[in-house]
């Protein structure tokens, strides 16, 4: 009898199988997870994208503008693509306070500290403001309506908005300015916001009287070269003014000239010259296709020039240029006024005393002066001058000093009249003094005349 065939047992799980079953299972998941967070990102995935397909084509823009030889597009369509790579990026979270306080946002409140003397970064502010300064709603006389021109394209409204007021604490201080003569107007261009504050010292205060909208170079970095369509970090002054109807159309009611190249720029290597503050084409606005910026002037509405020319000197206004206005305490600017002032106090008494040795010690070794002699040609010159003097008197009037915010604070400018009076010999002359700050204090680094 045939036996039957065995019946045949079920094969049992192994481990192995177990495992791999568990971990399909777990990629099943998670891939049904990423799809879940796909889709449900999506849109912000749409806009990312978005943005990068923009960016790009801004960059072939820029090429090609660059081939054409077109700067000002370029430089143009360079600044709108850095800031659509900004936005790509997610916010910094600040570890530790700034420096300074943010030239339109009020501070947070902190204990007190004792503000030093700025260094090499500038002095924080530790209080909340007590009294807020605005600018007044009309500061200045109100300009008579221009008459228009006969033929002329009727003025578009412009898009450029009024810039935010600056907010300042009551004992607060735009960084630039540690002294200035009383009664004396003064300029801080923002180029970051292109925005041009005008300021006005009276009652041992600075007041911010109004703030304009502005326009400067395409190329947002400082300038370096000729034609790189920057407009320059520094401060400089007034030297004339031009009325427009010397000048040519583009420039509107008229234009002041200041000194750029001024020593620190000489000294930096950078060249190019014709900066200006002016007006722009009549019939036309700020924010207009074709003024949307500079090729590294500040451009300024027409009413707004006519409306400063009624208070700025033709000559040795300050003016100073930075990237983000910064402020200080005022009691701390007031400090370094004072130590400011008794160098050059100190330097004016020792040229009186005939001693070249402790005049030029005054001076830094590195010393070029306003006709290109350097430390030992200037001290021969003094040394022979000096020899044949009975008496020496030196008035200084007009005193302006200014710190140069992007060299944290090592570097000081002096404006001033110097009334040189000798046994056979006198003069008058308008001076600019370059100071930097070492291990010997404050030394004379460089001059140049008004």
């Known amino acids: 009898m045939k036996q039957p065939f065995p019946e045949k047992q079920k094969n049992p799980i192994r481990p192995y199988t177990l495992i791999g079953l568990v971990l399909i299972a777990v990629l099943f998941l998670s891939t049904a997870?990423?799809?879940?967070?796909?889709?449900?990102?999506?849109?912000?995935?749409?806009?990312?994208?978005?943005?990068?397909?923009?960016?790009?084509?801004?960059?072939?823009?820029?090429h090609e503008f660059l081939v054409q030889g077109d700067l000002k597009k370029a430089f143009s369509e360079l600044a709108q693509a850095q800031k659509n790579v900004a936005d790509l990026l997610p916010p910094v979270t600040a570890t530790a306070p700034l420096p300074v306080i943010a030239r339109n946002e009020p501070p947070t409140p902190a204990p007190?500290?004792?503000?030093?003397?700025?260094?090499?970064?500038?002095?924080?502010?530790?209080?909340?403001?007590?009294?807020?300064?605005?600018?007044?709603?009309?500061?200045?006389?109100?300009?008579?309506?221009?008459?228009?021109?006969?033929?002329?394209?009727?003025?578009?409204?412009?898009?450029?908005?009024?810039?935010?007021?600056?907010?300042?604490?009551?004992?607060?201080?735009?960084?630039?300015?540690?002294?200035?003569?009383?009664?004396?107007y003064q300029i801080i261009v923002e180029k970051d916001r292109k925005i041009l504050h005008l300021f006005h010292y009276t009652d041992n205060r600075l007041t911010l009287i109004k703030s304009y909208p502005c326009i400067v170079g395409a190329n947002g970095f400082d300038k370096k070269r000729q034609g790189d369509l920057a407009t320059p970090l520094g401060n400089y002054f007034t030297l004339r003014y031009i009325p427009g109807k010397n000048l040519p159309e583009k420039y509107g009611y008229g234009a002041y000239v200041l000194n750029y190249p001024n020593f620190m720029d000489r000294k930096a290597r950078k060249d190019g010259t014709g900066i200006w503050l002016h007006g722009h084409t009549p019939g036309k606005s700020l924010g207009d296709p074709e003024l949307q910026n500079t090729k590294g002037c500040i451009a300024v509405d027409n009413e707004v020039l006519k409306e400063l020319t009624g208070?700025?000197?033709?000559?040795?206004?300050?003016?100073?240029?930075?990237?983000?206005?910064?402020?200080?305490?005022?009691?701390?600017?007031?400090?370094?006024?004072?130590?400011?002032?008794?160098?050059?106090?100190?330097?004016?008494?020792?040229?009186?005393?005939?001693?070249?040795?402790?005049?030029?010690?005054?001076?830094?070794?590195?010393?070029?002066?306003?006709?290109?002699m350097n430390y030992q040609a200037f001290k021969r010159q003094k040394e022979r001058v000096n020899s044949g003097k009975k008496f020496i008197r030196i008035q200084i009037e007009n005193p302006a000093i200014l710190l140069a915010q992007e060299e944290g604070g090592q570097i000081a400018v002096f404006r001033f009249t110097q009334r040189y009076r000798s046994n056979n010999f006198e003069s008058n002359s308008r001076k600019i003094f370059y100071l930097k700050k070492g291990q010997a204090g404050w030394q004379i680094i460089g001059e140049s005349r008004l």
């Open 112 to 184: 007190p500290a004792t503000v030093p003397v700025p260094a090499s970064k500038p002095p924080a502010t530790t209080s909340a403001p007590k009294e807020p300064i605005t600018a007044p709603a009309s500061p200045l006389p109100a300009p008579a309506p221009a008459s228009p021109t006969p033929g002329a394209a009727p003025v578009k409204s412009s898009p450029v908005t009024a810039p935010a007021g600056l907010t300042m604490a009551a004992d607060e201080n735009p960084y630039p300015f540690v002294l200035v003569e009383a009664g004396e």
């Open 311 to 372: 208070v700025l000197k033709d000559s040795g206004t300050p003016v100073v240029v930075v990237n983000r206005l910064q402020l200080t305490k005022t009691a701390t600017q007031r400090e370094l006024g004072d130590e400011l002032s008794a160098f050059l106090k100190s330097w004016s008494k020792a040229w009186e005393s005939g001693n070249t040795k402790t005049f030029m010690s005054h001076y830094s070794n590195d010393f070029i002066n306003g006709d290109g």
């Open 33 to 62: 997870l990423l799809a879940y967070l796909y889709i449900t990102g999506q849109t912000q995935q749409a806009l990312l994208y978005q943005q990068i397909q923009e960016t790009q084509k801004r960059l072939d823009q820029i």
